[in-house]
């Protein structure tokens, strides 16, 4: 025999009435870049040294912030030929998130945050050659003395972190729609001629990580109370994820010049970030069953409150009433 508990019905709906708020945030930075220099060959009369050519690559840096639920998006941007030819700060922040990205006089970094419903970000600041992939034609954008080796290390901080994932409630499985990532990215290729043969080297180093938070799910079901010794109506809840990353690292790239004359190269460095945020019905923290008052059986465990139900929320409430009147009824008629 089943008897569905009002007290576990009307438990169930306050479950899943409750919504949560999301959020999102990543940030991305080359801090530490340092360039080693060595003479290959200290007899020439020629002194190891690099330069970055003023008129060739480009340096440049993007924000782009947009609230979808309020209306509101900003944006911001700044390229300048060269590389490292500014200093640059550019900061957006709306009511539920802010972007930041920042050129210095040999560092990159990029970071952002979505806390609020249909709320992204993006954010990239670069220098010298394009990153994105291998392009011929790359421009030409550091020189390096005869005879000489330089040694390019780029210390990098990654993280990333997304949590309070939105839920469905009912049989309903929701994928993660709260995502922060984080990207930095090393280019370094060069090729000429000497007597003898020639040289050639390329390299595209890139590291990036993404942190999701996935929705958790819940259903009803009935459930044996041994108390009671009937039947019981429980809400069995799947929590969702949260998900935290971050990467320290060293990206590396090696120039060498084994010509009697000066080389050149394409160098590129860059940082990125993005992320989004929205929100949504949730269901309970992660299952405890329990009984409680009125020998009614359901699952236990915190709920993330919200001050605003969503839609379907109303409509769960509205089919609980019906089961409500319906139990009521039928003991009328027992």
């Known amino acids: 025999m089943f008897r569905f508990s009002t007290a576990a019905v009307a438990c169930a709906l306050a479950l899943s009435a409750s919504a949560s708020m999301a959020a999102s945030q990543s940030s991305a930075a080359i801090t530490g870049l340092s360039f080693t220099l060595i003479d290959l060959n200290p007899n020439d009369g020629i002194d190891a040294s690099f330069s970055f050519l003023t008129t060739t690559g480009s340096t440049g840096l993007s924000v782009s912030l947009a609230d979808g639920a309020l209306g509101e998006s900003e944006s ?41 419903p249909q709320t992204s970000y993006n954010a990239s600041a670069a220098t010298g050659a394009n990153v994105n992939s291998y392009y011929y034609n790359q421009p030409l954008n550091l020189s390096l003395s005869a005879n000489s080796l330089l040694l390019i290390n780029a210390n990098i901080e990654l993280s990333a972190s997304a949590e309070n994932a939105p839920a469905c409630s009912y049989y309903y499985y929701c994928n993660g729609t709260e995502s922060g990532s984080a990207s930095a990215s090393l280019y370094l290729s060069y090729s000429y001629g000497m007597q003898g043969g020639s040289t050639s080297y390329n390299t595209l180093q890139n590291k990036s990580l993404q942190a999701v938070a996935q929705g958790g799910s819940s259903y009803g079901t009935s459930v044996y109370n041994p108390i009671t010794g009937w039947y019981e109506y429980a809400v069995i809840t799947t929590p969702g994820t949260d998900e935290s990353k971050s990467l320290n690292d060293v990206l590396t790239g090696v120039f060498t010049n084994s010509s009697s004359q000066a080389q050149v190269a394409s160098l590129g460095l860059a940082v990125s970030v993005s992320g989004q945020a929205s929100t949504a019905s949730v269901v309970p923290e992660p299952a405890i069953l329990g009984l409680v008052a009125a020998g009614a059986l359901v699952v236990g465990g915190a709920t993330r409150a919200s001050a605003v139900p969503e839609p379907q929320s109303y409509l769960l409430l509205l089919a609980g009433l019906g089961v409500m009147g319906w139990v009521a009824r039928r003991r009328r008629q027992n």
Request: glycine content about 12%; proline content about 0%.
């Open 76 to 116: 911001a941007s700044r390229t300048r030929a060269g590389t490292f030819t500014f200093t640059k700060d550019y900061l957006v922040s709306l009511a539920n998130g802010s972007v930041k990205a920042s050129v210095g006089t040999q560092s990159l970094s990029a970071s952002g945050s979505a806390a609020g």
